[in-house]
């Protein structure tokens, strides 16, 4: 069973940046997909990005997202990140990362594996 270790979040002022960092650890060769979710408090978890673990290509779930959220993976560490510019309110969550074999990458349902998260509040 992979472990997912969540890191880089925390207190903001709006418009900020920060970069989560998501640590694999007993990755399957299976997995072909690794993502990053978030959870506000009250809502579903929901899919933010995505990267195939061969050829990088990348998936947001929600196109306004695109110039302000960026995917992307240390092949030689396998450390996948997620870079957030321009953090507003509505990006306070629980940010989880997570991991899944089979499948297209941008499939938010099918994904199962969480680490324990990483906390994101941003102030107005």
């Known amino acids: 069973q992979v472990q997912l270790k969540e890191s880089g979040g925390g207190s903001v002022q709006a418009g900020g940046s920060l970069r989560l960092s998501c640590e694999p650890i007993?990755?399957?060769?299976?997995?072909?997909?690794m993502a990053w979710f978030r959870q506000a408090l009250g809502k579903e978890r929901e899919g933010v990005a995505s990267i195939a673990l061969i050829g990088g290509s990348t998936y947001l779930r929600d196109s306004s997202m695109k110039g302000r959220v960026t995917i992307s993976r240390d092949k030689a560490k396998g450390t996948v990140y997620l870079q957030i510019n321009d953090l507003k309110p509505d990006d306070t969550a629980q940010y989880y990362c997570?991991?899944?074999?089979?499948?297209?990458?941008?499939?938010?349902?099918?994904?199962?594996?969480w680490g324990q998260g990483t906390q994101v509040t941003v102030a107005q």
């Open positions: 007993g990755l399957s060769r299976t997995t072909n997909c």
């Open positions: 997570t991991a899944k074999g089979g499948g297209y990458c941008m499939f938010w349902s099918q994904y199962k594996t």
